[in-house]
């Protein structure tokens, strides 16, 4: 089996920064894009950052210059840095990979639990 475990979240002033941390553990031959998504009260879950297994990312227009996405391949972990924080940025964080089990198996997407981020004064 596979978990996806995020953890970094909690409340931050506007303006400040929160790093976020998305471990796999499990069985993982090999892991491809991962997501970061959030849901925020009351609103559809959105697509904050994406980044492959070659380290290309993509950005959400509203978190472009003040989030960046990486990951450690070695770890099967990857992370959010948030910085500049806002109060419409308060939402409950979850990382999405697309990874394959083994060599013969499909690839398939797993979920963290997510992480809550405040902001706030």
């Known amino acids: 089996q596979v978990q996806l475990v995020e953890s970094g979240g909690g409340l931050v002033q506007p303006g400040g920064s929160l790093r976020l941390s998305c471990a796999a553990s499990?069985?993982?031959?090999?892991?491809?894009?991962t997501s970061w998504y959030r849901q925020a009260p009351g609103k559809q879950r959105e697509l904050v950052a994406t980044?492959?297994?070659?380290?290309?990312?993509n950005y959400a227009d509203s978190v472009k210059g003040r989030f960046t996405v990486s990951r450690d391949n070695a770890k099967n972990t990857v992370y959010l840095q948030m910085n500049s924080l806002k109060p419409e940025d308060t939402a409950v964080y979850y990382c999405?990979?697309?990874?394959?089990?083994?060599?013969?198996?499909?690839?398939?997407?797993?979920w963290g639990q997510g992480t809550q981020v405040t902001v706030s004064s």
């Open positions: 999405k990979a697309n990874l394959r089990q083994g060599i013969t198996r499909p690839r398939e997407d797993y």
């Open positions: 499990g069985s993982i031959f090999s892991m491809y894009v």
């Open positions: 980044i492959d297994s070659g380290g290309r990312t």
